[in-house]
């Protein structure tokens, strides 16, 4: 199994224009991307979509304070595509990369693997605005890059083709955005590269590893569908540990020892809580049925030995999932193909290739123990 992790040090992302424009729905601007892109072919200049302008309220434009909203920093490079680009970059360097872009400015990327979760981030937004014309509680995306401002350009022409609402942009040429990341309050950082995720965990920021499955499954375009593991994601890797020291049955002899006491928080429990507050809104307006949210806990934890305590942590958080999945050490790939959901987190890459082979869109968490033991399956 392989994955395009799109990754590099610098630089941009995969590449390829559209010939035709769109209107952004979710769909139509996936499926048409990915009948007529070429990350690696010629490029053609396209008709420009309609441009998506900000909200106007009373007092100027509308733009939710970053401590109120929902923050999701994304890379570029998971955003859309620019494998040629960074071809480019690896083989000629720098000026001639920059060069390169300026040159092709007007033709924008495809999309990446984020894009489809952005687009439902944004049909969220517009089912909240809705019921809450003057609410600042929405999902504000950054745009983070390592690239030169030059690049902004095509960066911009690229959101504008594809009907993207992204206003904030942060451009660190070349330098870490982790500060910037802290000072956005960001809830969620989506990235190509490993090791700016794990400065991010580090500090505390919920952050995941994207990638590129060779094939993808069709999405909702009306409702956002996220996806967790349980152990060392939303959870600490207390758990995990146990299992990987000493096998199977002293997990679950731990697991039903500690059944009442809570585990400790893992990286992502903060964007669960995000979301959480997010539908809460809706189930105030009477949409708890149809709610444009739904979130799943996926895990290899079997019910009935170990799930118990799992359940038992969420509600004394006051959070709760949509759906739980308990596997008992089953292949997640298959139920995640039923599900459809925008993104999945999970803390191994065993896990979140057996994804990608499905067509699910899974994000890399690089935290807890099964880094350092990533080839044995969790219980």
Same mark, same amino acid.
């Given at each position: 199994?392989?994955?395009?992790?799109?990754?590099?040090?610098?630089?941009?992302?995969?590449?390829?224009?559209?010939?035709?424009?769109?209107?952004?729905?979710?769909?139509?601007?996936?499926?048409?991307?990915?009948?007529?892109?070429?990350?690696?072919?010629?490029?053609?200049?396209?008709?420009?979509?309609?441009?998506?302008?900000?909200?106007?309220?009373?007092?100027?434009?509308?733009?939710?304070?970053?401590?109120?909203?929902?923050?999701?920093?994304?890379?570029?490079?998971?955003?859309?595509?620019?494998?040629?680009?960074?071809?480019?970059?690896?083989?000629?360097?720098?000026?001639?990369?920059l060069r390169f872009q300026? @040159?092709? &400015?007007?033709?924008?990327? !495809?999309? $990446?693997?984020?894009?489809? /979760?952005?687009?439902?981030? *944004?049909?969220? #937004?517009?089912?909240?605005?809705?019921?809450?014309?003057?609410?600042?509680?929405?999902?504000?995306?950054?745009?983070?890059?390592?690239?030169?401002?030059?690049?902004?350009?095509?960066?911009?022409?690229?959101?504008?083709?594809?009907?993207?609402?992204?206003?904030?942009?942060?451009?660190?040429?070349?330098?870490?955005?982790?500060?910037?990341?802290?000072?956005?309050?960001?809830?969620?950082?989506?990235?190509?590269?490993?090791?700016?995720?794990?400065?991010?965990?580090?500090?505390g920021i919920a952050a995941?590893?994207?990638?590129?499955?060779?094939?993808?499954?069709?999405?909702?375009?009306?409702?956002?569908?996220?996806?967790?593991?349980?152990?060392?994601?939303?959870?600490?890797? @207390?758990? &995990?540990?146990?299992?990987? !020291?000493? $096998?199977?049955?002293?997990? /679950?002899?731990?697991?039903? *020892?500690?059944? #009442?006491?809570?585990?400790?928080?893992?990286?992502?429990?903060?964007?669960?809580?995000?979301?959480?507050?997010?539908?809460?809104?809706?189930?105030?307006?009477?949409?708890?049925?149809?709610?444009?949210?739904?979130?799943?806990?996926?895990?290899?934890?079997?019910?009935?030995?170990?799930?118990?305590?799992?359940?038992?942590?969420?509600?004394?958080?006051?959070?709760?999932?949509?759906?739980?999945?308990?596997?008992?050490?089953?292949?997640?790939?298959?139920?995640?193909?039923?599900?459809?959901?925008?993104?999945?987190?999970?803390?191994?890459?065993?896990?979140?290739?057996?994804?990608?082979?499905?067509?699910?869109?899974?994000?890399?968490?690089?935290?807890?123990?099964?880094?350092?033991?990533?080839?044995?399956?969790?219980?």
């Open positions: 199994m392989s994955l395009d992790t799109v990754q590099a040090r610098t630089g941009q992302e995969p590449t390829a224009p559209t010939p035709t424009a769109t209107n952004g729905n979710s769909k139509a601007s996936w499926d048409r991307s990915k009948d007529v892109y070429d990350p690696m072919g010629s490029t053609k200049l396209p008709r420009s979509g309609p441009v998506r302008r900000a909200r106007k309220v009373e007092g100027g434009i509308f733009f939710p304070k970053p401590e109120n909203a929902v923050t999701i920093a994304v890379s570029s490079r998971v955003l859309f595509r620019t494998e040629k680009e960074q071809k480019v970059f690896d083989q000629m360097g720098i000026e001639e990369y300026v @040159e092709h &400015e007007n033709e924008p990327f !495809a999309p $990446g693997p984020a894009f489809p /979760f952005v687009k439902a981030l *944004e049909a969220v #937004n517009a089912q909240l605005r809705e019921l809450y014309p003057d609410s600042e509680e929405l999902f504000d995306i950054v745009l983070v890059t390592y690239n030169h401002a030059h690049v902004g350009v095509r960066l911009i022409n690229t959101i504008n083709y594809h009907n993207l609402f992204i206003e904030r942009f942060c451009m660190t040429g070349g330098s870490s955005p982790i500060g910037y990341l802290k000072a956005w309050h960001t809830n969620l950082y989506l990235s190509a590269d490993a090791e700016k995720v794990k400065e991010a965990l580090a500090e995941a590893t994207m990638f590129m499955p060779e094939k993808q499954i069709e999405v909702s375009e009306t409702q956002l569908r996220v996806a967790f593991d349980g152990d060392a994601v939303l959870f600490s890797d @207390e758990s &995990e540990r146990i299992f990987k !020291a000493h $096998g199977l049955d002293k997990f /679950f002899e731990h697991e039903q *020892e500690n059944e #009442n006491t809570l585990l400790d928080h893992g990286p992502l429990k903060g964007f669960l809580e995000a979301l959480g507050k997010l539908q809460k809104k809706f189930y105030a307006k009477g949409h708890r049925l149809d709610c444009p949210i739904r979130t799943y806990l996926v895990t290899a934890r079997s019910a009935a030995s170990s799930g118990i305590r799992a359940l038992k942590t969420l509600r004394a958080w006051g959070l709760e999932t949509d759906e739980a999945l308990f596997l008992a050490g089953a292949p997640k790939g298959p139920m995640l193909e039923k599900i459809r959901p925008h993104i999945y987190f999970d803390d191994q890459m065993f896990h979140v290739e057996g994804a990608a082979e499905m067509g699910t869109i899974a994000a890399h968490v690089p935290y807890g123990i099964a880094q350092k033991h990533p080839h044995k399956n969790s219980s």
